[in-house]
């Protein structure tokens, strides 16, 4: 009987060395294990032998079959991890060839800068307020102080839609349309397409974006423009950036400047630098404190009230960030350009 | 406005030009750029021809000695024939340069070597506009024989100059002259040199007075407000001197005469236009000249200094004499009565007339002129006098005539200067700084605005200056902006958007997520557009927004935006562009109707527009999973139903798309016909979508919806219906017949051909149903499907397929 057991377990050890594949394996094991298998015989001789042999004999079965269950583990795991070795060499596949299925589209470069741009503003507590494109001259000139006699009322410099109507050739309609609504403290920023009769060329275009800023509330002063104006320029261009305002005219705004920045694209005042033409500092937006007669007209009590605005070209701005020197591209939408943003 | 650097120096001590202009432009009057004049031009010196002799090697050239100062007498070979004993002439010494960057080296002509070279005009990159006195390609002779030898002939000729472009605003007509520049470079703390005067102004040479010769009459005094005039008699007329040609021709000026020139040097130097007159040609009433301001008679005619002539209207203003329009006041003289090289006597005009008038005959006319550009700004009438004997003073220092004694001066309203209070304290709260009271006076006098206690008296040039904000201004501009703090202001506001822009931001990062590129057109349309769209002759869409002064051909507003896609797409697909995917946000204008706005003004609505033109694989279906996805991300409900209407599309490709049973947007392929009018020759895909219709439709508070514990109940369901059936109407019958336990269908198969007899389609849905409260029976289930079953054999003749 004992030797009965040493012969299955060498037998057994032998065999398992050359089976090769899960099918044998599992044969096997059914062979060992099964209801008919060696094992469950072995244990059937249990039976006939006498009563003092019957736990020696049981214990060494049981040691047999604690050694051939490790055995058959192994021989698993090692089978396993072979086959599993030969599928993936034959599923291998050339990982550097691209296939693309998936795009993922771009949000127009404009727009891109846009958000940027009121994101900044709206982290600094100003609500976006738009309007339309097609004004009055109310709004677009008489209650922004803009004298009845004026170039910019031209038809040379604004489209006109019959008598009556025109195309806005600035946000600031939406300035005035928002202090009429007489909610005191203003904090807005107002984007949008504006329309000026200018050829196309590279640096022009009949339309065009802007984005205007107007705070208006008790005590506001030139100072607060200027920290308004500091904040978000180094929010968008950079800590380094330094702002300067020189003395303008606008009719809607007095005292007005205009605020030029350093220029983020050279060292020194380069004099082959595209961005500021060695100049040092590059013109950005208009601004100012808002002109008297603008709140008077508005319903909005100069004596008690004042507020600062400004306004600035969106293409100008974009053009500067990503470098692009033909305005033309934002409106022709080669795809090839899109996808860039 | 230019203004040389030279003129400048005349007045001022100028030691930093770089800090003037740094201090110009950072006090308002921007400096643009600096042209630099004649910068190349190096080592170019007087020289006296001592001999001339032929060249005894070439015919041509001459060999002459030229005595180029410091006792050094040199050799120089020259083509030109122009020359003789003792001409001073400008001579280019070896390594000098001339006009264009050109070098001169000594050189060896034929065995003689040349000490540099001779110079014309031309060589100094001037003509004989510049030197008027001179040939054009002979070499320069200087005209005084006495010049020192040696020196540098661009100091001579004023060859070299710098001339600042300066950018004025609209509010500081006053700018708009040298000596108004003057007075700001004063204000900036320049002091002015100390010039004298070559020679007392005096008349002594006519005992006449002018009064006795001329009489002037104002007929419209809103519109001219003074009208001055002086006489020159026995002019003598020639070239002016090269100083004032030079500054004429830096400031952009090109000169004619004396008496022409002069009267442009004065207005350059103050900024008031003055015009002469021919006396001869001016008609006499009561023995004197008369001269009348007044309106134009109907189609009264006028030739003009451009030889032009023009038809005039009543509202144009005319300086005639009793007779005739003798110029269009403040725009252009008359031919007739211009200067000529025989005029002798001379009726110089110094007058102030009102802006817009000016403007709008100029207009009118199609003349724009330095006079008028400056009317149009606006002049301070109280200059009249003072600047028409500033040219009086300048014509007997030139001694170019005999100035007659006296003026008229016609001046119907004196404008006095305007004083207002100003709040010194309002002053620095507009700027948000404390600066003392005592500072900002003294910026103001440097301005020439005088103050006593809180009462300003403004200058009559300082029109502009009428309350504390423009106080401020002045005051801040010297002051300068850098001294102010930057600070935050303390408003309580937060910042928001409001639902359209979140919304409309939504739309774009789905969009984006979907593969679309965003794209951003014009609003303008050619309306030949609706013949490339195939549009109906009475579609509303024809009723468009129309530009009364379009640029080009673009001169309506959109009131689609299909065809600002398919441009799009065309332009891409020229370029031989693939997989194009896009979408635009963007208006559309129209007309609107009674009800719409009560002032009749155009209605603006906001589109959402997607326009495909893919590669491959691409159908109709796949554009309609592009819009579910979108939809479902918006929480929106949509429809599509058929649509036949539609001119730009398929008509068996087209759907109408709804929320509500309200029609928000269109999608479809794009009629074949219409994209070979875009010159496509590839399927395109569409769909627009009113984007106020989807705004308002949308919830943004969205709630969670529990998720139902209870098991699902899947049903297939495979079924032959005629093909006019269309989906949505099996649909609508699965839903109606399932109430509120249909969680989902889903039709997974759809086939026509083979098996199938003609005229009809198989369809295979798969159903699933859930209830939230409990486990669904089969019993419960059955029951539903016998009921879909029956009603679509009932409503539609469906047939259930085994
Ligand atoms: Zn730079």
Not at chain 2, 319 to 329: C, Q, S, V
Not at chain 2, 764 to 774: H, I, Q, V
Request: aromatic letters at 8%.
């Amino acid at each position: 009987m004992i030797d009965d057991i040493e012969q299955i377990r060498l037998k057994t050890k032998n065999k398992i060395e050359n089976i090769n594949n899960l099918k044998d394996f599992e044969d096997f094991k059914v062979s060992i294990f099964g209801k008919k298998g060696k094992l469950t015989d072995l244990m059937k001789n249990l039976s006939i032998l006498p009563k003092e042999e019957r736990p020696s004999f049981g214990q060494t079965v049981n040691i047999l079959r604690d050694e051939l269950e490790n055995i058959f583990f192994l021989k698993q795991q090692s089978l396993k991890q072979s086959l599993i070795k030969e599928a993936f060499e034959k599923e291998t596949i050339d990982v550097t060839i691209s296939k693309k299925n998936h795009h993922l589209g771009t949000k127009h470069p404009l727009i891109t800068v846009m958000d940027e741009i009121k994101n900044i503003f709206l982290g600094m507590g100003y609500q976006i307020v738009e309007g339309p494109d097609i004004e009055t001259s109310y709004y677009n000139f008489d209650a922004l102080n803009i004298p009845k006699v004026h170039p910019a009322r031209d038809g040379q410099d604004t489209f006109y839609i019959g008598t009556d109507f025109l195309l806005r050739s600035q946000t600031s309609p939406v300035q005035v349309r928002t202090m009429e609504r007489g909610e005191l403290p203003i904090k807005i920023i107002a984007p949008g397409r504006v329309y000026r009769p200018d050829e196309i060329d590279a640096t022009h275009s009949p339309i065009f974006h802007q984005i205007e800023g107007l705070v208006v509330d008790k005590g506001i002063n030139m100072s607060n423009l200027k920290g308004a104006l500091l904040s978000f320029v180094r929010e968008f261009f950079g800590k380094d950036v330094k702002i300067r305002l020189r003395p303008h005219h606008f009719p809607f705004t007095e005292p007005s400047a205009e605020m030029d920045i350093s220029c983020f694209s050279c060292i020194n005042n380069d004099p082959s630098c595209k961005v500021c033409r060695g100049e040092g500092y590059i013109e950005l937006l208009g601004c100012g404190m808002v002109h008297p007669n603008v709140l008077k007209m508005s319903g909005i009590n100069p004596n008690v009230y004042s507020g600062f605005a400004f306004g600035m070209g969106l293409e100008r701005i974009a053009m500067q960030k990503y470098n692009i020197e033909d305005l033309r591209l934002f409106y022709e939408n080669d795809i090839r350009f899109l996808k860039q943003f | 406005m230019n203004i040389p650097v030279s003129w400048i120096k005349e007045y001022f001590e100028i030691e930093d030009l770089k800090e003037l202009i740094e201090k110009l432009t950072m006090s308002g009057t921007k400096v643009e750029t600096i042209h630099s004049i004649g910068k190349e031009l190096d080592k170019i010196v007087t020289g006296r021809i001592v001999n001339i002799e032929k060249h005894p090697n070439a015919e041509k050239l001459l060999v002459t000695n030229v005595d180029i100062g410091r006792n050094k007498i040199v050799n120089i070979v020259t083509a030109a024939k122009n020359l003789k004993k003792d001409d001073i002439v400008p001579v280019a010494l070896p390594d000098s340069t001339i006009y264009g960057g050109i070098t001169i080296n000594e050189r060896d002509f034929f065995g003689i070597k040349s000490y540099g070279m001779l110079c014309s005009i031309t060589e100094l990159g001037y003509d004989s506009t510049d030197f008027p006195e001179n040939l054009e390609y002979g070499i320069y002779v200087f005209e005084n024989k006495n010049l020192k030898l040696g020196e540098d002939v661009c100091d001579i000729l004023h060859l070299k100059d710098d001339v600042i472009e300066l950018e004025l605003t609209t509010n500081r007509p006053d700018c708009y002259s040298v000596h108004g520049i003057f007075r700001e470079i004063k204000a900036l703390g320049y002091k002015e040199k100390n010039i004298k005067k070559n020679k007392e102004y005096s008349n002594k040479s006519i005992t006449e007075h002018t009064k006795d010769l001329i009489n002037i009459k104002i007929e419209n005094p809103d519109e001219c407000y003074r009208y001055v005039a002086r006489v020159v008699k026995n002019v003598k007329i020639a070239p002016s001197p090269n100083w004032i040609r030079r500054r004429l021709i830096l400031s952009g000026i090109r000169p004619k005469n004396n008496i022409v020139d002069i009267t442009n040097y004065v207005m350059l130097e103050y900024g008031q236009p003055l015009h002469a007159f021919d006396l001869r040609k001016v008609a006499e009433n009561n023995n004197k000249k008369e001269i009348v301001v007044r309106f134009a008679k109907n189609d009264e005619n006028i030739t003009t200094l451009d030889a032009s002539k023009h038809i005039l209207q009543k509202s144009n203003l005319v300086i005639a004499d009793n007779e005739k329009a003798l110029a269009i006041a403040g725009v252009i003289g008359g031919l007739d009565s211009s200067i000529t090289d025989s005029t002798t006597d001379v009726i110089f005009e110094s007058a102030n007339f009102l802006g817009s008038s000016i403007r709008k005959t100029s207009k009118e006319i199609g003349i724009r002129t330095d006079a008028s550009t400056k009317y149009e700004k606006g002049i301070d009438p109280n200059l009249s006098l003072f600047v028409i004997n500033r040219c009086m003073e300048l014509i007997e220092e030139l001694c170019i005539g005999e100035v007659v004694e006296g003026w008229v001066d016609n001046y119907p309203t004196k404008i006095e200067s305007h004083t207002f209070k100003c709040s010194f304290e309002n002053v620095n709260k507009i700027l948000g700084t404390n600066i003392p009271k005592k500072e900002m006076i003294n910026i103001l006098q440097k301005l020439e605005i005088q103050a006593k206690d809180d009462i300003l008296y403004i200058p009559t040039f300082r029109k502009d200056i009428t309350n504390d904000a423009d106080i401020a201004e002045e005051i801040v501009r010297i002051y300068g902006f850098e001294n102010i703090e930057p600070t935050l202001d303390n408003v309580v506001a937060i910042g928001r958007k409001t639902k359209k822009q979140i919304v409309e931001e939504n739309i774009i990062d789905i969009l984006k997520s979907l593969g679309l590129n965003q794209i951003m057109t014009y609003s303008f349309e050619n309306p030949k557009v609706f013949e490339k769209l195939n549009i109906e002759l009475n579609n509303l869409l024809r009723d468009t927004v129309n530009i009364s002064n379009p640029l080009g051909e673009s001169s309506i507003m959109r009131s689609t935006t299909i065809s600002s896609m398919l441009n799009t797409i065309s332009l891409n697909y020229n370029r031989r562009n693939n997989d194009i995917y896009l979408f635009e946000i963007g208006k559309i204008y129209k007309n609107s109707k009674f009800s719409e706005n009560k002032d009749n003004k155009p209605i603006e609505k906001l589109m959402l527009t997607i326009g495909i033109m893919p590669n491959k694989n691409f159908d109709f279906y796949e554009l309609k999973s592009i819009t579910d996805e979108l939809f479902r991300n918006l929480s929106l409900n949509v429809d599509y139903r058929p649509y036949k209407e539609c001119s730009y599309t398929h008509p068996g490709r087209t759907a109408n798309i709804l929320i509500d049973k309200k029609e928000i947007g269109i999608i479809g392929q794009v009629n074949p016909l219409v994209l070979e009018n875009f010159e496509i020759k590839e399927n395109v895909y569409i769909c627009i979508v009113d984007m106020d219709e989807i705004i308002s439709f949308i919830d943004l508070d969205k709630t969670y919806i529990p998720i139902i514990k209870y098991p699902k109940v899947t049903r297939d369901i495979s079924i032959k219906v005629k093909s006019d059936i269309w989906a949505y109407q099996i649909e609508e019958i699965i839903k109606n017949c399932s109430g509120k336990l249909i969680e989902n269908l889903n039709l997974f198969d759809i086939y026509q051909g083979n098996q199938i007899e003609d005229g009809y389609k198989s369809m295979a849905y798969s159903l699933t149903f859930r209830d939230k409260e409990k486990t669904l029976s089969d019993k419960e289930i059955n029951i539903i499907m016998e009921k879909i079953i029956n009603t679509l054999k009932e409503n539609l003749g469906v047939m259930l397929r085994v």
